[in-house]
């Protein structure tokens, strides 16, 4: 039996750095800045790292290098960007036994454009990775104390398959929905988010899923705390976190470090959030802890490299300011 089996997309990253791509502010854009570049220029990379990255296998690495024995199941296809994150996952001792090979498609592959301040566009072709096959899981074989499921490709057929298969035998959830998952609506969501145990996702996401227009991400954890069976986090960038839990919302800070990357973060806090809970159940600690993992995320460039490799020490713990709300 695996501790926890992680359930997402795996891609190759490539992230290009390039003063080109500097951001400036544009209040007609969605994100409110924006960064342009001549069609037909040539332009001058500072800085190229090619990695993997994909929420399946981003969260996979925070357990196992944890220390928890871990499992990951995604979909790739039967090329060569297959083959390297397939050693990638090896090498970070992470099974790879429930992994699909799709044949004639091409695995994820991502492309994300970096500005100096961290801002980032990310350009996607999802392939593989959105060709989940129920029928090529081995079912019998998924034994896990946790599963943590990320974006699935808006696959809600699948998902449910994912949530009997925990109901039938008392796995725990963890649940980071993707875009394509949250277009769904809260009326199809909100039934699966009461079979899970820990629903995570940012504010943006949050307020699309509730249908709000003003920024509060503490009651908007409580208005969705009541879902999963154990706690419902938003995350609000440099704002930190949020929390519902037992009748109490707590927030935690952000640790003030350099940031040069944020692609990545939010896989790293709540796989490192559910990481806390497995060693200890006490969500303010497990905050603290995705916190951290978060942190180290954002210094480096590439979604894995910052990923903790023990859990953070006291004097690390007590860095992180946390509040309970109410």
């Known amino acids: 039996m695996y501790d926890i089996i992680t359930i997402g997309s795996a891609t190759r990253d490539v992230f290009v750095r390039s003063p080109a791509l500097e951001v400036h502010e544009n209040a007609d854009t969605d994100t409110g800045v924006e960064g342009c570049f001549a069609m037909g220029s040539k332009l001058d990379i500072s800085e190229l790292v090619i990695e993997t990255g994909g929420g ?15 499992a990951c199941v995604t979909s790739l296809g039967d090329d060569p960007t297959a083959d390297e994150i397939v050693r990638v996952l090896k090498e970070e001792k992470i099974s790879t036994e429930f992994i699909q090979r799709q044949p004639g498609e091409q695995s994820a592959f991502a492309v994300i454009l970096l500005a100096g301040s961290g801002e ?8 593989a990775a959105e060709k989940f096959d129920a029928k090529k899981i081995p ?34 959830v963890a649940w980071n929905p993707g875009a394509h998952e949250l277009k769904h609506g809260s009326q199809q969501l909100f039934p699966l988010m009461r079979r899970t145990d820990v629903f995570n996702l940012n504010l943006e ?11 509060d991400p503490a009651a908007l954890a409580r208005e969705l705390g009541e879902l999963p069976r154990r706690a419902a986090i938003i995350t609000d960038g440099k704002h930190g976190a949020y929390a519902f839990d037992r009748g109490t919302v707590w927030h935690s800070g952000i640790v003030d470090v350099p940031k040069i990357n944020r692609t990545g973060a939010g896989d790293a806090f709540g796989s490192g959030l559910v990481a806390g809970l497995m060693k200890k159940d006490d969500l303010a600690y497990a905050l603290k802890v995705g916190t951290w993992n978060g942190t180290g995320v954002v210094q480096h460039t590439g979604a894995k490299r910052g990923i903790l490799r023990k859990y953070p020490t006291p004097k690390m713990l007590a860095e992180v300011p946390m509040e309970r709300i109410s």
């Open 56 to 70: 399946g296998t981003n969260a996979a690495a925070t357990f196992a290098r944890l220390g928890w024995k871990t």
């Open 120 to 127: 980032r566009t990310i350009l996607v072709r999802r392939g």
């Open 139 to 172: 079912w019998k074989k998924l034994e896990a104390k946790w599963f943590y499921i990320s974006s699935l490709g808006g696959d809600l057929d699948l998902l449910r398959k994912i949530l009997d298969h925990a109901d039938r035998h008392g796995i725990k």
């Open 205 to 215: 996401e949050a307020m699309i899923l509730l249908d709000k227009k003003v920024r």
